[in-house]
T-cell receptor
């Protein structure tokens, strides 16, 4: 079964707007990661946030983690057409270092 | 520094044939992971290997699928007697050590079974 589930499944916005994607999971985690996948390509690692962290930034990306709600959000500010991709959250828990991926959010940024 | 390399990028096989997918990890990485992705789905873990060892194969189907990572050369994911349901994108990822949670992905091999 999926550990992380992204929401929404699809998001369509205009260039310059902010995009927010959410990820919910069921069991306690060690780490949560966000990846991007461009069409027909492999995944690219964006950010890793540990269970004892609440927020991390990387450029135009901001990730928050709320372990009490078992959820995380990925915010992309001032979106660009090049941000068009699928975004996946992945969690690992217990003694496993192998991330479990959600189904992803498909983001389309219109120029 | 070359990234993770996979070949072939596209592979077409008829039902009953064998498929061999190759993965060369990033330089300096000795840990390899294989995932399968169906259309509109996330990645499903298949197997985790270190040089000459299978560490975790909990996601591998019990039959027809095997994986290896020899001392020399790429990691190979082998699917025998392919069926239409094996059609998917197969991704390989590598990491420098067991405790490194960030994985570096290859471009994938798209397998089509006709």
């Amino acid at each position: 079964s999926q550990q992380g589930e992204e929401d929404p499944q699809a998001l369509s916005i205009q260039e310059g707007e902010n995009a927010t994607m959410n990820c919910s999971y069921k069991t306690s985690i060690n780490n949560l990661q966000w990846y991007r996948q461009n069409s027909g390509r492999g995944l690219v690692h964006l950010i890793l946030i540990r269970s004892n962290e609440r927020e991390k930034h990387s450029g135009r990306l901001r990730v928050t983690l709320d372990t009490s709600k078992k959820s995380s959000s990925l915010l992309i500010t001032a979106s660009r057409a090049a941000d068009t991709a699928s975004y996946f959250c992945a969690t690992d828990s217990g003694g496993s270092y192998i991330p479990t991926f959600g189904r992803g959010t498909s983001l389309i940024v219109h120029p | 520094n070359a990234g993770v390399m996979q070949n072939p990028r596209h592979l077409v096989r008829r039902r009953g044939q064998e498929a061999r997918l190759r993965c060369s990890p990033m330089k300096g990485h000795s840990h390899v992971y294989w995932y399968r992705q169906l259309p509109e789905e996330g990645l499903k873990f298949m197997v985790y290997l270190q040089k000459e060892n299978i560490i975790d194969e909990s996601g591998m189907p019990k039959e027809r699928f095997s994986a290896e990572f020899p001392k020399e050369g790429p990691s190979i994911l082998r699917i025998q007697q392919v069926v239409r349901g094996d059609s998917a994108a197969y991704f390989c990822a590598s990491s420098p050590d067991r405790g490194a949670y960030e994985q570096y992905f290859g471009p994938g091999t798209r397998l089509t079974v006709t």
